[in-house]
Every structure is written in C-alpha cells, then in structure tokens.
C-alpha cells in the first residue's frame, strides 16, 4: 500500500515553468524522485501559458523572473481561465524582495528555488 504523500503527491501533476534549464531539469528530478508527475516543463510565460492550456497541470511551479512576461502577470492569467491551476510561484530571490506582491496575487504561494522540496509542496497542497 502506497505512503499517504505518495497518494497525495500522485494525484497532481506539474508544469514546471522557468527559463533555467539546470533548475528546470534539477526540478523534475527532484519532484519525480518524491512520486510529483511532472508533465511538462516551460522556459518562458507564453510558453508556460500555451502549455498549461494544453496541459491542464493541477500545480504550475512558475518563476517569477520570466525573459517575457513576469511570473505574477502568468499567474493572473493562469487562474483567470476556467477551473485553474493551483500556482506556486519561485525565484532565486527571497520572499521580502517581492513584498505584499506574493500575498495580493491568486497563487498558492511562495518558495525560493533553494527551498524547492517534494515536502514543502505538500505542505502547500494540504492547506489548498
């Protein structure tokens, strides 16, 4: 019989969007090594918005400092469209960088990428 975090964690699948190969591939490997689904990955916010449609993830993990469009402006739209998807939003920067920004926004909420954890997502999904 699977853990109840693998039930959990099996039950949403992921978009990863940010315009860093490295974390996107360190990501992935991590969140599937933590039994996350990961179903596709971003570099970009049009990219990210294109795929997230097509995809229908349950989670976009989303960084904020996208080359194109911000990570907040992805997540408003994101949510603006039918059933959305839950939104965890990640940069490199600390959360005090970004101010009442991170609370004003439709996300889940906030992790620095150092922070990046099957646990710390879980943690997030269970107050969801």
């Known amino acids: 019989m699977p853990a109840p975090h693998d039930t959990i964690c099996r039950m949403h699948t992921i978009l990863i969007v940010d315009d860093h190969a490295?974390?996107?591939h360190q990501a992935r490997a991590l969140l599937e090594a933590e039994g996350?689904?990961?179903i596709g990955e971003?570099?970009?916010g049009a990219t990210g918005l294109a795929a997230a449609?097509?995809?229908r993830p349950d989670l976009v993990l989303l960084d904020i400092g996208l080359p194109d469009i911000e990570g907040f402006a992805v997540a408003r739209e994101l949510t603006a469209d039918g059933p959305p998807p839950l939104v965890v939003l990640t940069s490199s920067r600390d959360a005090a960088a970004f101010g009442p920004r991170l609370t004003a926004e439709p996300v889940l909420g906030f992790l620095p990428k150092d922070e990046l954890s099957g646990a710390a997502?879980?943690?997030m999904l269970e107050t969801a």
């Open 22 to 24: 490295g974390f996107r």
């Open 36 to 38: 996350f689904v990961v």
């Open 42 to 44: 971003a570099d970009d």
């Open 53 to 55: 449609r097509a995809l």
């Open 121 to 123: 997502l879980l943690a």
